[in-house]
């Protein structure tokens, strides 16, 4: 990280990628039933499925392991258009997640996870796995689980409460969509003194714009190659 940089830490799980519906689609096909009968979660720890500490953790190996719900979760409408908005602003994308609590399983979780954000086009420039995430640091967070909230600002970070039913009794800055989470980044960027760098015109192919990061246009025709000299 270069001296200057605004950093934004950013949650994936529940933020970037629907985590609850992936969570779902395992705990459905583990009970044969319908993922529609499975309502939709309001608290933390996925009580309205009667799922103890024990079970929860079972089938959360069983997805990441064998359904590969981190490869496959839903992704979070518009959060790679809106994060790319923030990179091309000058925002140095710092991804933080705890991914790293199934034993033996790490190998899976990380390839998951990178081949995932490569797929939905999100950008970053760190990728942290950690659970203790004031130990990250960031200006400003976004994250959803209320315990990493309120960790953060005990430590005087400040957060961005990325909406969802089980953070409602938190206080704001709250976000509902990505646009109004880029908003809120963007202002805080300019309120901390620094430039807020013009965006690039932006696609709404994501992916086709990382391609375009990692694998530059061709420009001319290509090199001959060499002849035999034999």
């Known amino acids: 990280m270069r001296s200057g940089d605004f950093v934004l830490g950013v949650d994936i799980d529940g933020v970037c990628g629907d985590h609850s519906e992936a969570f779902r689609r395992v705990v459905a096909a583990e009970r044969g039933v319908d993922p529609d009968s499975l309502v939709e979660q309001r608290s933390w720890d996925f009580g309205e499925w009667g799922l103890s500490g024990e079970e929860f953790e079972r089938l959360h190996r069983i997805g990441v392991l064998e359904h590969r719900m981190f490869r496959t979760m839903p992704v979070i409408p518009g959060c790679a258009e809106a994060l790319w908005r923030l990179s091309d602003a000058g925002v140095w994308i710092r991804l933080i997640t705890h991914r790293l609590y199934t034993n033996w399983g790490h190998a899976v979780a990380v390839g998951d996870t990178v081949a995932w954000l490569d797929e939905h086009g999100i950008p970053y420039r760190d990728l942290c796995f950690l659970g203790h995430k004031p130990q990250v640091e960031a200006d400003v967070y976004i994250d959803d689980a209320p315990h990493n909230i309120l960790a953060l600002r005990e430590t005087g970070g400040t957060v961005i409460v990325f909406d969802q039913p089980y953070n409602r009794h938190l206080d704001g800055p709250r976000a509902r969509t990505w646009p109004e989470a880029a908003s809120l980044v963007a202002?805080?960027?300019?309120?901390?003194?620094?430039?807020?760098?013009?965006?690039?015109?932006?696609?709404?192919?994501?992916?086709?714009?990382?391609?375009?990061?990692?694998?530059?246009?061709?420009?001319?025709?290509?090199?001959?190659?060499?002849r035999d000299s034999s």
């Open 187 to 226: 202002e805080l960027m300019a309120g901390s003194g620094l430039p807020v760098q013009e965006q690039l015109p932006l696609t709404a192919d994501a992916r086709g714009r990382l391609r375009g990061r990692l694998v530059p246009p061709r420009t001319g025709p290509p090199a001959p190659r060499p």
